[in-house]
């Protein structure tokens, strides 16, 4: 499996960004896919996972309410709508499969895509 992250980039506060993962090879073995970011000198945490088959979408505390996960089984892709962006969501975004189900460690995605960059000015 591999993951095509993009999206990423440099926007003030207040402003929305799209992130989107576009998965190719073996997708039938993808259970869940979850979007991940790591800021400079912080450990990396989990943002928003779904099924990639359905269910409720999962979302950490700093997401609720302005992010929104979604996937497009035709597209076989995976997007992150984010509004209302903070400063403190300035890190690396990752997105990433999970042969095992929606998972909320990154211990149990299997595939990871390479990372897109969004910078949040205040």
């Known amino acids: 499996v591999q993951l095509q992250a993009s999206g990423g980039g440099l926007v003030q506060a207040g402003d929305s960004l799209r992130l989107s993962c576009a998965a190719s090879g073996l997708i039938g073995s993808i259970k869940g896919m979850g979007w991940f970011r790591q800021a400079p000198g912080k450990e990396r945490e989990v943002v928003s996972t779904i099924s990639w088959r359905g269910g409720t979408p999962y979302y950490a505390d700093s997401a609720k309410g302005r992010f929104t996960i979604s996937r497009d089984n035709a597209r076989k892709s995976v997007d992150l709508q984010m509004n209302r962006l903070r400063p403190e969501d300035t890190a690396a975004y990752y997105c990433?499969?999970?042969?095992?189900?929606?998972?909320?460690?990154?211990?149990?995605?299997?595939?990871w895509g390479q990372g897109t960059l969004v910078t949040v000015s205040s």
């Open positions: 990433a499969a999970s042969t095992i189900g929606q998972a909320t460690s990154g211990a149990l995605y299997d595939y």
